[in-house]
DNA sequence: CTGAAAGCGCTTACAG
DNA sequence: CTGAAAGCGCTTACAG
C-alpha cells in the first residue's frame, strides 16, 4: 500500500522514538509519566526529541489504545440561557485541571437533536458526562449508563436514581421566597412558571404552595422558559382579575419576562406587584433590573457534578456499568438573595 | 496476550460483520455512506445486525484511521460573558447539522490555560477550529495553524492575514453610535473602553472619534471588561469633572457597569447621562435596562466562521496547510438599536 | 458490489 | 529500567 494521504504526514511517537535512540514502548512511557519509570538518561533524550520535533501525542490513538479519551460530554437545554454556562464555568474549573476536554452539547427541545448528542457521547466513547438539560427525556440518560459512561445528572431528578445527582433543594428555595412574600404581607400570590413536568418547577410550586396554601396559591404556566414565550404568559397573569400583587416565577427569565410585560403595560415592580425570580443569574444585579431571586448555585452544582464525576472515572475507567458504588445524591442548599423586586428596599 | 482490560467489551464492527455475514470492509462502507454502494440485501442484512447488537461505531478509532476527527474547537475567552455563548450558537447551528462535535475551550485571561487548549486541540486532532478569544495571543493562532488545523477567527482579527476571519465593522459602528449621540444634541462624549491593544475596542474608538474629533473625544479605560471591574471604571469616570452627560461604551458590559455606577451616585440613565452601548446582549432587552447599542451580530459571525471553516475542511480534509485558497475576510454589517439609555425615548 | 490485508498511532502485559 | 509484539477498532486502496 503506498501513499493512502497524500498529506502532510505529522510526526508520531515513532519519529520521536527513532530520534532519542529509544522504543516507543519507552517514549509512551515517558508520556504516560506516572505509571512507568524512565532512566533520567532516556528521559532527557526524549524530552529533547519531543522538543525538536514538535511532537503532539494523537489523542484518538492513545483514546483508542488505553480506552480512555480523556473527554467528559456535557448536556444542556442552550448554551444562551444564562444559567447553563453558569454551570459549564463550575464544571470546567475541576474538569480542566483533571486534564480532560469538555465536548459540548445542547439537546435543544428537540427530541431529535438529543438523540444525536446521546448518540454523539456514546461514540466518542466520553469517559463520563454531566447531563443538565431540564428537558432531556430519562431513556436518553438510560441509554449513556446502558453504554457504559459514566454519568451525572445536574441541577435535574430522574424518575428512578440511576445515578449521581447533584441538586439543590428546590422545595426549600421555593419556600423561602414565598415565605419573604409573605413576610411582606401578601395574602395571596402567583406562581409563574414554566412546564410542571419538569422537576425542578414542580418542587419549587410544592415550596411556595406550603406557604400559601390552597384557594390562596394560584399557578400561571407558560409554555417554556424563553423570554419571548415567558412575556406572552405573563401577558395573560396580569390581565387575569383579580391581578396578583405578588408573583413568584420559577425561574429568573420568567422573571424577567414579567417584568417586561408589566413595564409594557404600565405596572410598576415593586408597587404595583412584587417580584421573585429564581437562580440568580447575573442580570439580577443590574440595578434597573434588582431582582430579589433565590439562588439556585449553578456553577457550584457544575463543580460539585464534575467531582463527583472525575471520582466515578477514577473508580472505574474506561468503560463502566457504574456498579460498584450505589448512586449518590448531593443536594446543595439555596438561597434568598434580597434585592429590589420584592419590595424590600 | 489474554484479557488485557478486565471491563465488559463493547461491540465491535466485527461482531457486526460476523452477525451479518459479511465483511468489515463492507460494514464499513455502509457506515460511511456516501462514498460507496451497497446492495439492499446486505445494506438490511448490516443494519438488522446493527440493531440487534446495538452497535455504536468507535469514533476514535474512524478517525485514527480516517485522519478526520469530525470535532471541531471552538476557543472563547469566557463562557460567563454573554457575548460568547451567542457566537458558539451560531456555531453549532451550522457544524451540528454537518456532523460535527463542538469541544469547547476557554482561554480565560491566563496564558497557561491558553497553551493548554491550544495543545487540546492539536492532540484531539480537530479537523478545525473557530478562534473567537479576543484574549489569545497570534502566536497561539500561529502554533494551530502549524500543526495542520484549518482556523477561523471570528469576531477579532490578526495582524497579518494568516487565516479565514470573519468580522463587522467596527469603526462604522463606532461612528453611528457617536453620530446618534451627537445627533441628540451632545457635544461631548466619553468613550468608556477596556484595554485599548484589544483591536476591536481600538477600532470602535476610531468610529467614534471621526465623529467627536480631537479635543472633544476622551476616553476613559477599565482594566477588562468584567461587570465589576467596569463597574470600578465607571466610578472614576463619573467623578470627572466636568462630568460627561454623554458615554458612548466599547461594550454592553461596560455598559451595565456605567449603569450600575451611575445609580449608586444617585444619576439617572438617561436624563444625566446618555449611554450607548455595544454588542446588543439580550440583557439590554429587558424593560429595566432598555441599552441603546449596536449589534455585533455575535450568532451570525459564529454561523459564518462554521460555515467558512466547513468549507475549507471541505477542501483540505486531514491535515491541510490552509494553503491552497488566500485568506478570505468576511465582514458583517453592525447595526444601531435604539432603546431608553441614550435619551431617544 | 464485496473482501483480504495493511495501516492509522498509540498502550500494555510480558519477558528480560 | 527497556523493548518486541500484539492489539485497540476502524478505513482504504486494491483486486476481484
Redesign the pocket.
Known sequence: ??N??PVT??T???DVALLA?????????Y??AT?????E??REKIESAIKELN????AL??G?????SYAIGVVVASITNPFYPELVAGVEEVIDPAGYTLLLGTSAENSDKEADVVRTMIQRRVDGAIVASATMRDGSVQKLVNAGINVIVASRELARPLVDTVVIDNRLGGRMAAEHLRGHGFGRAVFLSGPLDVLAFRQRFEGFRSVYREADSAVHLARTSELAEATEAAFGLLRDLPRPSAVFAANDTLALGLMTAAHTLGLRIPEDIALIGFDDIWVGRIPGVSLTTVDSRARQVGAVAAGMLAERIGRHPGESRNARKPPERHVLAPQLIVRGSCGCS
Not at 64 to 68: A, D, E, G
Open positions: 500500500m503506498v493512502r494521504f504526514p505529522r508520531t511517537i515513532t535512540g529509544v522504543s516507543k514502548a519507552t517514549v509512551s512511557k508520556l504516560s505509571d512507568y519509570y524512565v532512566s538518561k532516556t511532537y503532539y501525542p494523537n490513538a492513545q483508542l489504545s488505553s480506552r480512555r
